[in-house]
């Protein structure tokens, strides 16, 4: 079930990174991340899962219920996990963006769910490209809705578009049997023709290049987020290889391993993440009813 395996793949990578969150390189050099781990940054049990997979369960439970891409319901479901403590496993919610709880915030005062999202440049961090990853699976889905969802609580073009890139490399993968390389390249000659004249186009050009030679920045940024991801894939092969650096690399530990493992989850499958990472994941078991009513959804609307 490629819905399991994605989602699965994400989730693991988010709660391998919680831990480490905000650690440095150097600090992870010297002491890697190699297995899950407990408490450290928010004090948190093994297997704890953040705002990354939260938001990402909620936007499936949100297409579930409305058949469909609903953005007032996407964003109350939001509303619910920010304000309630809905989809996390304990009566808790930690680490939500600054631009993420602002646009939230909007929301419940009134705003209209399309209005409600940060436009400014200062609006880029990972907060939207951190739960995109469930509109992969819509096989018809298009990138004005993609770029929608993203603008719910991200609106600013750089933000969108890094959104479609990494649902089209996602689609790549649930579609083809092709190389990481090849599926990354696709989906970025795809984005290239698109955006065609975008000068946005321009922050994307170390990933169209594949030219990471001046380093890898690991921070809460989106562009520095999927540079990150993409970097992982493509120097690992394996699960476990490409979570893990995203980890070590530090910064943003979290949302970079979930956001890289959702897509290593999709290429090497369920049966390739270690199975005492998956049994240390409190309440996985309901997500993955969650991934099978998902599924059939996705399958209704092929």
């Excluded at 969150?21 to 704890?48: A, C, H, I, K, W």
């Excluded at 049994?279 to 969650?290: A, F, R, T």
Aim: hydrophobic fraction near 35%.
């Amino acid at each position: 079930m490629k819905v399991k395996d994605g989602i699965t793949g994400f989730i693991v990578g988010d709660a391998l990174g919680v831990p480490v969150e905000f650690s440095s390189r150097y600090e992870l050099e010297e002491d890697p991340v190699v297995d899950m781990r407990e408490y450290g940054t928010y004090n948190q049990p093994r297997g704890t899962w953040s705002d990354d997979s939260s938001m990402t369960l909620a936007t499936m439970r949100s297409i579930i219920n409305k058949k469909g891409i609903d953005y007032e319901d996407i964003m109350t479901e939001f509303c619910n996990w920010a304000f309630e403590h809905k989809f996390s496993q304990y009566k808790e919610t930690f680490d939500i963006g600054n631009t993420t709880i602002k646009g939230l915030r909007r929301f419940k005062d009134g705003a209209k769910a399309l209005e409600s999202g940060g436009t400014s440049t200062h609006d880029n961090g990972n907060g939207s490209l951190m739960r995109i990853l469930p509109l992969a699976y819509i096989s018809n889905i298009d990138y004005e809705t993609i770029e929608n969802v993203s603008g719910l609580t991200h609106g600013h073009e750089r933000s969108k578009i890094a959104c479609v890139l990494y649902v089209e490399i996602a689609k790549s993968m649930l579609k083809n049997d092709l190389t990481i390389d090849e599926h990354i390249s696709n989906a970025c000659e795809l984005i290239k023709e698109h955006y065609s004249g975008n000068e946005e186009l321009n922050e994307f050009n170390r990933i169209f290049e594949d030219d990471f030679s001046d380093g890898i920045r690991s921070g809460g940024y989106v562009i520095d987020t999927i540079e990150t991801v993409v970097y992982c894939l493509k120097t690992t092969d394996s699960y476990k290889d490409a979570v893990l650096k995203a980890v070590n690399l530090g910064g943003d530990t979290d949302t970079n391993a979930a956001i890289c493992g959702g897509l290593a989850g999709i290429y090497y499958g369920f049966d390739e993440i270690p199975i005492d990472w998956i049994e240390s994941i409190p309440h996985l078991d309901k997500v993955h009813s969650l991934c099978e009513e998902y599924e059939a959804f996705c399958d209704e609307c092929q």
